[in-house]
């Protein structure tokens, strides 16, 4: 019986996507946790910005040759990192999927299938909420996954496990949102209370005065009146209709309610800075400049980007390669796309490698996805006027 009729319960949750993510980021309470964190629009940008860069470059799969690498495209590997892990999801999904994970709770986990000859065939993400590690006697992890049927006992040989931050146990990550918690609370009451306070309408602006006291009844009626007819969105900057010597006197909005939107601007940077995602990428272009965000832009790849990549390759590499495979391939990130400047910069740093033979026409063109020009454009060339320093004028001899 193949591992996929034998899992055949821990394989179906993972390929119904809409159920899962449903589950994921359900719930609305003010309590943040990893599952409903999603509905602060900071936590949500931050992630949608990792996961789709992540998803954005090519994971490929590479032979190691004497001069460099190529492209494995014979390997079994090659096609499941850079087009489709199973047959229900992209590679696109799978990695925005991961890194979802790794940022909400901190772990990755999917399960490996394997043939008879034990060939890699297909990788089913699984929902990390579901899965349980420990450390056995001997030192040895043990994955226990709740199929919703019953608790499964799978074997380490079958799930890749991708860690975040390291937990004290070491065997699973910290969760950034977990490790958080406060903060994002913060953040999401002020989201929480800026919809009430916006809800409000008049009741937010002013008061009403009355000549004398109302009776219970004239009160009651006079409040159901004034919330029917102008309190509300959809009733702001209606005019009023005041009766019985009735005014209305506008008046200030307090310190607490004036200061919420300087709270909710503290809160997106400290929630961007959990995630280490600039402030520019998720729409806040307030201190933003030209130069500084293609700086920042640059940092983001190198510091944010770069440890993710780092942690994913390795593990990819340790669970799905062989022993004796490891001194063969390799699995990489394609990280040139992130790195192209302007069409501008682009050229003249062409321009620079070619006349040091660093880089031929053809090299050239395939890096701007063009076709090649035959043979003449494999040749590499040099300026003739260069010459050993050792044979000019005052050099050393």
Not at 102 to 122: A, K
Not at 142 to 153: C, H, L, S
Not at 233 to 239: C, D, S, T, V
Not at 349 to 372: F, P, Q, W
Request: aromatic share 10%; net charge neutral.
């Amino acid at each position: 019986m193949s591992l996929l009729n034998r899992y055949t319960a821990l394989s179906k949750p993972m390929v119904q996507m809409g159920s899962v993510l449903g589950s994921l980021f359900g719930g609305n309470s003010r309590s943040v946790t990893p599952s409903n964190a999603m509905y602060i629009t900071t936590v949500f940008s931050c992630i949608r910005v990792l996961a789709e860069t992540a998803s954005s470059v090519s994971l490929n799969t590479y032979e190691k040759i004497d001069k460099g690498k190529n492209k494995a495209i014979n390997h079994n590997l090659y096609y499941l990192l850079k087009q489709s892990p199973n047959p229900n999801i992209t590679s696109v999904t799978w990695r925005e999927w991961i890194v979802m994970d790794l940022n909400l709770h901190g772990n990755h986990y999917s399960q490996i299938i394997r043939d008879g000859r034990g060939d890699i065939v297909s990788i089913y993400p699984l929902v990390s909420t579901k899965m349980k590690v420990t450390l056995t006697k001997e030192g040895k992890k043990e994955y226990i996954y709740d199929t919703g049927a019953g608790k499964v006992n799978v074997n380490p040989y079958e799930i890749l496990h991708i860690i975040g931050l390291p937990s004290g146990d070491g065997i699973t990550g910290l969760s950034p949102i977990s490790y958080n918690k406060k903060a994002l609370e913060l953040g999401s009451t002020a989201e929480s209370y800026g919809s009430q306070f916006f809800d409000n309408g008049a009741n937010a602006t002013g008061a009403f005065v009355v000549p004398g006291t109302l009776e219970d009844k004239p009160f009651q009626r006079l409040k159901t009146s004034l919330n029917d007819a102008y309190t509300g969105m959809q009733n702001a900057h209606k005019p009023m209709l005041l009766e019985g010597g009735m005014t209305f006197q506008q008046f200030s909005l307090s310190n607490t309610d004036s200061q919420f939107l300087e709270t909710r601007k503290y809160q997106k940077e400290e929630i961007a800075s959990i995630f280490r995602v600039p402030m520019h990428m998720i729409n806040s272009l307030e201190n933003a400049t030209f130069s500084n965000i293609e700086h920042q832009s640059l940092e983001f790849l190198q510091f944010t980007m770069l440890p993710w990549f780092k942690r994913i390759e390795q593990m990819l590499e340790l669970s799905l390669l062989a022993r004796d495979e490891r001194d063969i391939y390799s699995i990489k990130f394609n990280v040139d796309t992130l790195l192209r400047g302007d069409f501008k910069t682009r050229t003249e740093g062409y321009k620079t490698l070619a006349l040091i033979g660093a880089l031929n026409v053809n090299e050239i063109r395939k890096l701007e996805n063009m076709n090649s020009i035959g043979s003449e454009g494999d040749k590499y060339y040099v300026q003739l006027n260069m010459t050993e320093t050792t044979t000019t004028k005052g050099g050393n001899k």
